[in-house]
């Protein structure tokens, strides 16, 4: 296959970036893209040129360190695959490919293709996790979870991290990501004690970075786990009765 | 001066050591913890279960990982499941049975005394991780489900669909940004560690190099954990993720930290073969597969006809055959070596003739098409997407890839290094799994290393520096550690030679796979241990790292990660070649039985083979760990 | 953890190591009463902004609904308005509770409209420079898509509906107290009347993605009714759309009048 990439370049977060265009012939259908991107850059190296750069790891879809903006879609066209899993064959030959990074205010672009996702690690450091010190749990089976729970929880909790519902969403909202992670832990009997401070501290600290979500569902397209908008609903519902709750428990504090 | 290793293994009955150990460990008082800085290293499984407990205990803690997310280490990645030995179903397992499966899985190579430790601290592990919220799959009544794994007699694996690995590790790091929230850990991200700083013979900290800005930094510390993951990608193509590395562990060990057993590496049995030259890492299907899938390839040689042509007549299903005991859920290094057998005769399928089918076409049959699915949904998918093949149609292609790392530091029953101060956890160390690693017991001894083990052992080590603060950055060890880090930065950047980066990992790949992979013998290994520093050499001069030092440059990272696969490749030959025996994933053609199977020599190679550096231009010098058992009996493993 | 830059609204994260210059907004530390509170958030806003929505949904059908005894002639929808005004009998002053609904309405306009504006800001800051390449979407629809348009259009035409047939300055033959004989004059002129249509597709557009959007702000869904609320939404949006396009065609068409 011969593709024609046209891939975006920045040097730093400060600089200004700009579309350069490479001829990328002889391309094997069954090349993940990432293999392309990598051929690319290996004869960019040969020529003395610096290779572009991009962030990938696992290469099998689960570590959501990679993430491109391919042709105007996150992750590109295929449904419920990140980037690393995109294989050449979806493409055409001779197409013409754009690549962009994930653009967000809380994103910064570092270089080329790679952002700074730390933002999604504030939100879960707000209140992402259920406090259990080690030592401390009962038997696991002590607490029965309903079958059903733990499914739609391990449905939530099956969100990689990427960023790609923040790189779809015309708001740069980060809903689905931390609805993915707020409902993952209240959906569970052990994360009940914690599910209002939780939601409230979760759902506040996104709010510092990202957008606000008006439901156009471009997240739950772009996402590659394929995670469900019902989340986003959940959280909603959820973030009322935590502004309730909490002021309730405030009041408790207060007692005595 | 030769080391001399001390496991420090405690005395009494194998059923009382850890308690004992951990009544005679001294402590440190609750109001002095915070006096103590301990870095961490990695955030995989072992470093972010160990940063969050020790900081749970009030020590002062710092995490560095080179990830820009704690969660993206690739334990991550692990999709099978995890061990331990809670018996729930009710089918005769015990602390004793996990023990005793993980001693003989590993050919009899572990010592006792840890992996009894380990079987012990499973069960906690599930408590532990069910506690944070990790969904593990459920029976309808609500209660844990488990399956058998790899070989196992006992269904005793707990999993959460096809993705343990990443709900483990999402448990761990919930609870490290947990304490990241109550200021008790600092995370330092995209900071890559370069060198260990050691004086007056023990650690004192490390220097890291800012992956974003290029910074190179000096950080101190009472003392330091690594928990740095494998090295399997010594081999360029392996399981691990793109970038997995063993910098972390071989700075160590240039630092004195001795090398133990580098030659066990693991080959996974079912992975998806590569497709062209430009693959760039493979993809492992779950051993879970091998449950239901069946294992054949054509029985002719050169058997060009499409899998659904070639009658059952015509079809080997190799495993059954050599195996009946067992059949297709053989241990791995069993399962592996029979599949490169095949291929190599030329019986091997797919446009490479690379692999060997793994069929569902019976289980479809038999159970349906719903249940298949509803068991391997996701694993069929991800076949799917990366082959364009159908499974459910036609046979999955599997091939052996490299997959785990027995090999690692040497580290005695406190997990400290042959470096005072030097804690080594997880994939990392060499510790529990012998010659070879029984499925879903990695994320077990991960996870057993940094919830249960450090956050008691390392107090013993402390204890004996209270009231003395960390050395400062200052210090001269500091300054020429931090010196050395800058100075080889800058060399791989003004070598301007004409070749990249990658193109030196994969030939150092191929040569260490063909010669240091799944049967080894000595002429490969002696042509590998002649041919590494060559390659080696070539590329110091001629490697082309371009761009600059001060921001992200991922050739740069990268040369200086193949820099030391290079030297760890040459270790690793000399390792295989001086273990005359075959054990575990070390398979030494020499060394088989008529049938082909593995052959040890108890007799003579009864020991932990641990390496000492002896400075650049001397090879490393062995020091040998006896191994005695008491509890277990050595036999030759039979899977028949 | 946060320190804040002089002369903005944001902040810059100061963490160790490659986490530094991830900017964002300032979180307000003050302890606000709990609607006020809530309504600062921009989940709470949505709350607001589907709340007010059901309101207005409401009154555009009642309203819909309720002129549509124009097909019934002069004298019906004549007293339709007149009790409108009667409302609440001799128990209160005439027109007190039309009042009060009105600045019920009046509100919820308000707050739809205001929570509106800030979210859209709020969005724009969150992406400051936008794709280069452009963006091919996938779920994004029309509807979803023009909200603030279609917002701002129906906010626009509503100016002109009150003028002309509530206050009767864009009318020339306004009639006060006389609704029929003020659709009727109104409609028959072909701009106003095109006016109107354009005005009622716009609002049943906004409503299409509104009316559906509105259970996901709420978090009232559940999996199992996901389809009926886009049927739902689609139903609600048409037949607004439709009775409001229908009152000008009908006068046009020489039906009514
Ligand atoms: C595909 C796959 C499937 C697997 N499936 C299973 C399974 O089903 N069951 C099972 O038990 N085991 C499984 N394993 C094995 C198991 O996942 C690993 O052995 C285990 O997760 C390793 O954990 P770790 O914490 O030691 O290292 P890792 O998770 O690899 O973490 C290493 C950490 O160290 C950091 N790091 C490394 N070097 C540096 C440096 N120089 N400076 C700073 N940071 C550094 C990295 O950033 C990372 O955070 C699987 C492995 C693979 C590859």
Known sequence: MHITLKVWRQTGPDATG??????????????????????????????????????????????????????????????????????????????????????????????????????????????????????SAPDANLIPVPKESADAAMDAAACIGCGACVAACPNSAAQLFTAAKVQHLNLLPQGQ??????????????????????????????????????????????????????????????VG | MTLTLDAKIPSGPLTDKWNNHRFELKLVNPNNKRKFKIIVVGSGLAGASAAASLAELGYEVEVFTFHDSPRRAHSIAAQ????????????????????????????????????????????????????QGVPFAREYGGLLANRSFGGAQVSRTFYARGQTGQQLLLGAYQSLANQIREGSVTLYNKMEMLEL????????????RDLISGEISAHAAHAVVL?????????????????????????????????????????????????????????????????????????????????GEIPEAERDYYLERKYPAFGNLVPRDVASRNAKLVVDEGRGVGPLKNGVYLDFADAITRDGRDTI????????????????????????????????????LWVDYDLMSTIPGLFVLGEANFSDHGANRLGASALMQGLADGYFVIPYTIGGYLSTFLGQPPLPTEHEAFENARRAVEERTRTFLSTKGTRSVDYYHKELGKLVWDNIGMARNRTGLEKAIAEIPALREEFHSNVRVLGSGDSLNSSLEKAGRVADFFELAELMARDALHREESCGGHFREEHQTAEGEARRDDENFSYVAAWEWKGPDTPQELVKEPLTFEHVELTQRSYK | MAQASADTDQAVATRPGAEAGVVHRRRSRRKLPWPIGFYRTAVGKKWVMALSGIALLGYVLVHMLGNMKVYLGPEEINSYGESLRELGGHLVP????????????????????????????????????????????????????????????????????????????????????????????????????????????????????????????????????????????GAFAFAIGAGNVLFPVMVLTGVIG
């Open chain 3, 94 to 233: 005439r027109t007190n509770l039309l009042w009060l609904m009105r600045i019920g309405l009046i509100l919820a306009f308000a707050v739809h409209i205001h929570s509106a504006y800030s979210l859209t800001r709020m969005n724009i800051s969150s992406r400051p420079e936008r794709y280069q390449g452009g963006r091919d979407y996938i779920a994004v629809n029309f509807a979803s898509r023009t909200m603030r348009w279609t917002g701002i259009i129906v906010l626009l035409y509503l100016a002109y509906h009150l003028a002309d047939l509530t206050w009767g300055w864009a009318n020339p033959d306004f009639i006060r107290g006389d609704v029929y004989h003020n659709m009727v004059e109104s409609f028959s002129r072909w701009p106003v009347a095109i006016l109107y249509i354009v005005a009622n597709v716009a609002l049943a557009i906004h409503i299409y993605h509104g009316a559906w959007s509105m259970f996901q702000s709420l978090g009232i869904n559940n999996p199992r009714y996901n389809e009926a609320r886009r049927v739902f939404a």
């Open chain 1, 18 to 135: 700009r579309f350069e265009t490479y001829e990328a012939p002889d391309i094997s259908p069954e090349m993940s893209f990432l293999e392309m991107l990598d051929l690319v850059n290996e004869r960019l190296i040969e020529a003395g040129r610096e290779p572009i750069e991009f962030d990938s790891d696992c290469r099998e879809g689960i570590c959501g360190t990679c993430g491109l903006m391919i042709n105007g879609q996150a992750h590109g066209p295929q449904r419920a695959t990140a980037t690393c899993q995109l294989h050449m064959r979806e493409f055409s030959d001779g197409e013409h490919i754009t690549v962009e990074p994930w653009r967000a205010a809380a994103f910064p672009i570092v270089k080329d293709l790679v952002v700074n996702r730390a933002a999604l690690d504030r939100i879960v450091e707000a209140g992402g996790f259920i406090t259990a010190r080690v030592g």
């Open chain 1, 193 to 254: 004690a914690q599910r209002w401070s939780r939601t409230q501290e979760m759902v506040e600290t996104m709010e510092l970075f990202f957008g606000s979500c008006t439901n156009y569902g471009e997240c739950h397209e772009a996402c590659p786990k394929e995670i469900s908008l019902d989340f986003i609903a959940m959280m909603n519902r959820d973030y009322v009765k935590a502004m309730l709750t909490n002021r309730q428990r405030d009041g408790q504090k207060k």
């Open chain 2, 80 to 131: 099978g499941g995890i061990n331990a030995a809670k018996n729930y179903q009710n089918d005769g397992d015990s602390v004793f049975r996990l023990f005793y499966d993980t001693v003989k899985g590993g050919d009899f190579r572990s010592r006792e005394a840890n992996v009894y430790r380990l079987a012990e601290l499973s069960g906690d592990i599930i408590d532990q991780a069910t506690a």
């Open chain 2, 227 to 307: 928990a740095t993951g494998g090295y399997g990608n010594v081999y360029y193509l392996s399981t691990n993720a793109m970038n997995s590395n063993a910098t972390a562990i071989w700075r160590a060990h240039r630092k004195g930290a001795a090398f133990a057993n580098p030659c066990y590496t693991q080959i996974h049995p079912t992975c998806i073969p590569a497709s062209d030259e430009f693959q760039s890492k493979l993809t492992l299907m779950s051993e879970s597969l091998r449950n239901d899938g069946r294992i054949w390839v054509p029985k002719a040689y050169d058997d060009n006809r499409p899998p």
């Open chain 2, 373 to 408: 699915e509803a068991k391997y949904g996701n694993l069929f998918d991800m076949y799917q997407r990366i082959t364009a093949e159908d499974p459910y149609d036609l046979p999955m292609r599997i091939y052996p890839a490299t997959h785990y790392t027995m090999g690692g």
């Open chain 2, 197 to 208: 700083v050691v004086e007056d013979g023990r650690t004192v900290g490390i220097i890291c």
